[in-house]
């Protein structure tokens, strides 16, 4: 953690030498204008709510609007670039998540960043664990039956997705690849509604994705939940065990969301953006209106500049093989 | 009874003084970004989500839906007055309604419109409260394979759009169908016909496609020879429907709107094939089919009535199940996430307030889109009244910062202004732009719907027989299609005979 935070400082040094004095004063006065929040996902998403719900704070923090930009495209990757190459004057930001700085770099060889070493980490805004489910009438009612099952079955479960590339594909590739069960029916859709309206539909068998979308269908018993890949139980689905009690303890993934700026933001206008983000993630009700979402708040390290690198550092290590292995790969 | 003790409490939260003048806003909103060629719900709904954020949920949520379905009502304006479909589900509008445009009859299209909106929209919505709930359970029951099915359907009904030459029409829908498969590939992320152009790896967008080969391309048409387009805006004529014209369409609108709602509810936006199955349907009931195409007011009324109708029966799977049947409606997830309303089948119980004042609030808002757009219409007709040289600027430049406004990205503008030019080509050759749009509507949901029922049936085509509604559906595709081509079929061998 000092090595990576002693860089930042290296880097913020470095560029506000190179900008000059214009540079420094100008990040004296930051914010002074309207600063622009980029979601590469479309209005609505969970990305996007979380976005919206963490901005408003920020924006009375920082006596400045927060304006949320969708640009939607290419899994995330093409806006996420776009930042990447922005200029580093803390305007421009994006709320990054795993997919487009975890998932992407082992599923698009073209890919036209580096998530680590293009850009500038703020943190963590929002953590929501995955939880393994299934159709209301499917064979398996715990994760170990869940697990058994698919073993047994080869080649006869359908698994769900969200399309290459999002949290309930990256996610499902890591269950199967732990479990030993590569070769699963996965059924591609454009996005978690209809995966998810199928589902209930009993038209597919299984999928995972992030507690946000599945905690009503939960609840309402119209989908089974196996298992939740977090340490611990989560308070709105208390009924729901952990995957470690389930017997899958390796199974550990939450999808998350950061805000990122390009690489080389000053180090002072990096710190009013931490501050600002910590500002909200305490204030009662944004705090309130996140995690009614399902959404774990995330803890003081994660929500640190060094601990959201820690955790897209981790990500990548764990997803890269099975996401290599899974053979999908984008342009 | 709990019906009426439901619709009371929903009534009491939307005649609320705040309530009246939010769900007013938003309807009024939505008729003038319907009316904008190009700017649609989604993007405004989205422009707006951060405007709602002092409001209460409930009155948030009034606003934004009478926004969507505000625009339904706003998208036919432009579609008749100047041929533009400002939606997908008012492409079948530009059919007939321009057509009447032309003949002075642009009042006359743009109130039976209006009024069979109406008629739709209450339907819908008592369908929503009464029935919201088994209706949902059905919807379930349509998988990939029934989806795959219901698709081919609605593409045997675009042979039946067709003015013209039949053949001329199933090329169009092939091409339509070729374009909607430009992009990456969902199931393994390949991108299919970019060439390696990055604007191009999440496929056309709709907007682009319709604004291009219907808008523009109409706007280089017209300049061709302005002197005819001036002639139509020296004949206004009546402004409403006259008693025959509304015996006419009053049929058609009970169909349109029955049809609209069946499949408003399916999900993944079952309510875009809506209006042209209603088209299809009135041009076969029809004595003379001849006048479709030629300014046929049931071609008008029954495809405005499903198209509102579906428009608020899609709300369906939204309310009682918490799960988004198109893009509005998933930002309509948003909305609520964002105001802590968690969408799922709790919400009725939950939140009935929400519940039960979102749907009385639909109802008030139709009432108030008849309102606003009956006096409107005068204003509508008179702009025709204006010199096209000062009004092709404007539709140009609106439908650039509509289209602008989608992504916010200038490539868009510019494939807009290409697929101007080949919509222009297009009409030169005699082809017709409208299956095109239809068969690229489907193509994603046909290609998409397609691979998933096979990989769940594992390679088995037999999924598509086996299953009873799938197997209804495709039978009644064999009908439409056999109806749509035996009479030409019949004609080729009167005229082998004569000859």
């Known amino acids: 953690m000092t090595i990576l935070s002693r860089r930042t400082m290296f880097g913020a040094v470095a560029v506000a030498a190179s900008l000059g004095f214009a540079g420094a004063a100008q990040a004296q006065a930051y914010p002074n204008k309207p600063i622009t929040m980029f979601v590469a996902f479309a209005a609505g998403g969970p990305t996007d709510v979380i976005a919206r719900i963490v901005s408003e704070h920020m924006s009375k923090t920082l006596g400045q609007q927060i304006v949320i930009e969708n640009v939607a495209g290419a899994g995330g990757t093409t806006t996420t670039a776009r930042v990447a190459a922005a200029a580093p004057d803390g305007y421009t930001l994006i709320m990054g998540q795993m997919g487009t700085h975890a998932a992407a770099p082992a599923l698009y060889p073209n890919l036209k960043y580096n998530p680590i070493t293009d850009f500038t980490p703020i943190g963590i805004a929002g953590i929501t664990p995955i939880v393994i489910v299934t159709k209301k009438d499917f064979p398996a009612n715990n994760l170990r039956e869940f697990v058994a099952y698919l073993k047994a079955n080869p080649g006869k479960v359908n698994q769900a997705h969200a399309g290459v590339g999002s949290t309930a594909f990256t996610t499902c590739v890591l269950l199967t690849a732990q479990i030993g069960v590569p070769k699963l029916n996965a059924v591609a859709y454009r996005g978690t509604g209809p995966a998810l309206n199928d589902l209930v539909g009993g038209q597919v068998d299984f999928m995972c994705d992030q507690v946000t979308n599945l905690t009503p269908q939960i609840l309402a018993g119209n989908i089974k939940a196996m298992g939740i890949a977090t340490p611990a139980r989560l308070p709105v689905l208390p009924n729901v065990p952990t995957t470690a009690e389930g017997g899958l303890p390796e199974y550990q993934i939450s999808g998350w969301n950061g805000i990122f700026g390009p690489k080389g933001l000053p180090k002072d206008i990096q710190d009013k953006l931490v501050d600002a983000l910590n500002k909200a993630l305490e204030d009662p009700t944004t705090n309130k209106r996140l995690a009614d979402l399902g959404t774990v708040i995330p803890n003081a390290q994660e929500r640190a500049p060094a601990g959201m690198a820690a955790v897209l550092a981790r990500d990548i290590a764990l997803l890269d093989k099975p996401l290599r292995d899974s053979g999908a790969v984008g342009q | ?499």
């Not at chain 2, 919505?125 to 219901?150: D, K, V």
């Not at chain 2, 359907?153 to 909607?180: D, E, P, Q, T, Y």
């Not at chain 2, 089919?289 to 608020?312: C, D, T, Y």
């Not at chain 2, 204006?386 to 200038?410: E, H, T, W």
Request: proline share 6%; with cysteine.
């Open chain 2, 1 to 499: 009874m709990d019906l009426f003790s439901n619709l009371a409490l929903g009534f009491g939260v939307a005649l609320s003084l705040k309530n009246l003048a939010l769900c007013f806003t938003g309807c009024f909103i939505g008729t003038l970004i319907g009316v904008l060629p190009g700017v649609g719900p989604i993007a405004t709904i989205a422009m707006l989500l951060p405007i709602t954020f002092g409001i209460d949920p409930v009155g948030a949520l009034i606003m934004l839906a009478g926004i969507y379905y505000g625009a339904q009502y706003g998208g036919s304006t432009t579609a008749i007055l100047v041929n533009i479909p400002g939606e997908a589900t008012s492409v079948v509008t530009t059919l007939d309604g321009h057509q009447m445009a032309k003949q002075g009859r642009a009042g006359v299209a743009l109130g039976i419109s209006a009024i069979g909106s109406f008629i739709a929209g209450s339907v819908a919505t008592i369908l929503i409260a009464a029935l919201g709930a088994p209706l949902t359970r059905m919807a379930l029951l349509f998988g990939p394979a029934e989806y795959f099915s219901l698709m081919v359907m609605g593409l045997c009904f675009a042979v039946v759009l067709a003015r013209g030459s039949i053949l001329k029409a199933i090329a169009m829908i092939l091409l339509g169908l070729l374009f909607s498969t430009i992009g990456t590939d969902l199931e393994t992320g390949q991108e299919r016909m970019t060439f390696g152009f990055a604007p191009l790896s999440d496929g056309l967008d709709f907007a682009v496609l319709a604004m291009g080969i219907f808008g523009f391309a109409e706007v280089i048409k017209n300049l061709e020879n302005p002197e005819t387009r001036d002639v139509v805006r020296q004949k206004v004529g009546r402004l409403l429907p006259n008693l025959a014209e509304m015996k006419q369409s009053a049929l058609p609108i009970v169909r349109g709107t029955f049809l609209g709602s069946a499949l408003g509810i399916l999900p993944g936006n079952g309510a875009v094939l809506g209006p042209f199955a209603s088209y299809t349907l009135e041009k076969k009931l029809a004595k003379d089919s001849s006048r479709f195409g030629r300014g046929a007011i049931e071609g008008v009324a029954g495809p405005e009535s499903a198209n509102n109708a579906g428009a608020q029966t899609s709300f369906i799977p939204l309310l009682t199940l918490g799960i988004p049947p198109n893009a509005v409606m998933a930002l309509m997830v948003g909305a609520m996430t964002i105001h802590g309303v968690i969408p799922g089948p709790q919400v009725m119980t939950k939140n009935p307030q929400l519940f039960w004042g979102m749907i009385a609030s639909m109802w008030i808002g139709n009432l108030m889109l008849l309102i606003i757009n009956l006096p409107l219409i005068g204003l509508w007709v008179k702009l025709l009244k204006v010199p096209y040289r000062l009004m092709f600027p404007a539709i140009l430049l609106f439908c650039c910062i509509g289209i602008y406004s989608i992504n916010n990205s200038p490539v868009d503008v510019a494939m807009t202004a290409f697929f101007g030019l080949f919509g222009y080509a297009l009409i030169k050759f005699g082809f017709e732009p409208a299956p095109l749009l239809l068969g690229y509507v489907l193509g994603r949901l046909l290609e998409e719907k397609m691979r998933q029922a096979l990989i769940i049936s594992r390679g088995s085509f037999m999924t598509f027989v086996e299953r009873p509604i799938s197997a209804g559906l495709l039978a009644v595709a064999v009908v439409v299609l056999v109806v749509a081509l035996l009479p030409s079929i019949s004609k080729k061998r009167n005229v082998v005979f004569t000859e």
